[in-house]
């Protein structure tokens, strides 16, 4: 028997509610553990967080890499950071040559970064598949790139159900801005009132709430199976 269903239609963030995004997994076993902390320092105002936003914003990626090396002082971008080693005879700082391995790890996460997509949450699949069984409309919002939701929907074949999906990077605005989700009510055509929206991050999923949607926030599948059915 098909379960009740509070809503007809339910839109989903990406990154921590469908998908396990873990961007350090492309690098483990290629960079030392020390260039990763340094690429991945939160504390670093331009480092991998600050432009992994700006990415979701649409900056392409070579200009998340040329200006990565602006701000850390590495001219002539990458060629300059593929020349130096530890016997260049210019002989480098230790930082400019730590920023120069960070801006190479920067590189090679880009190249491999569909690996960062490692599988989908716990019981997501099976949530996805009851709903769209139930005959509700499943759609996604997410502030990510083109890239990684093409390749999760690629990867990932319980995706599927999703009928479209609003991404950051296309739109060049991310959530909570509510413009993005005016933005996603009108290309889905749902009725706010009857529509949950499911994100992680309290802010995301309080703006949603502004929007005339349902904002619920994600903790588990288990958690969230009794919030969208009777």
């Known amino acids: 028997m098909v379960a009740s269903t509070r809503y007809s239609d339910v839109i989903f963030d990406f990154c921590d509610v469908l998908v396990d995004w873990e961007p350090r ?23 991998f967080w600050h432009y992994d936003e700006l990415s979701d914003l649409g900056w392409s990626e070579e200009r998340v890499l040329r200006d990565y090396a602006a701000q850390h002082g590495l001219p002539n971008f990458l060629d300059f950071a593929d020349s130096l080693s ?6 480098p700082s230790d930082v400019v040559k730590a920023d120069a391995a960070a801006l190479r790890a920067f590189r090679l996460y880009f190249e491999r970064q569909r690996m960062a997509l490692v599988g989908m949450l716990p019981g997501m699949p099976e949530l996805l598949h009851d709903l769209d ?21 690629e990867l990932f074949p319980a995706l599927g159900v999703l009928k479209d999906v609003v991404v950051s990077s296309a739109e060049r ?3 909570p801005d509510p413009e993005i989700f005016r ?21 995301n999923a309080e703006a949603g709430t502004a929007a005339g949607l349902t904002g619920i926030r994600f903790t588990d599948a288990a958690s969230l199976r009794p919030q969208l059915f009777v």
């Open 25 to 47: 997994v492309p690098l483990v076993g290629q960079v030392p553990d020390s260039v990763m902390d340094r690429l991945f320092d939160r504390d670093d105002p331009y480092g």
């Open 86 to 91: 530890a016997s260049s005879p210019a002989s």
């Open 133 to 153: 069984a139930a005959g509700v409309r499943c759609w996604g919002l997410t502030n990510f790139t083109v890239k990684y939701v093409d390749a999760a929907r």
């Open 173 to 175: 605005i991310h959530k």
């Open 183 to 203: 933005r996603a009510i009108a290309r889905f055509g749902v009725e706010p009132a009857r529509t949950a929206f499911v994100d992680d991050k309290p802010w």
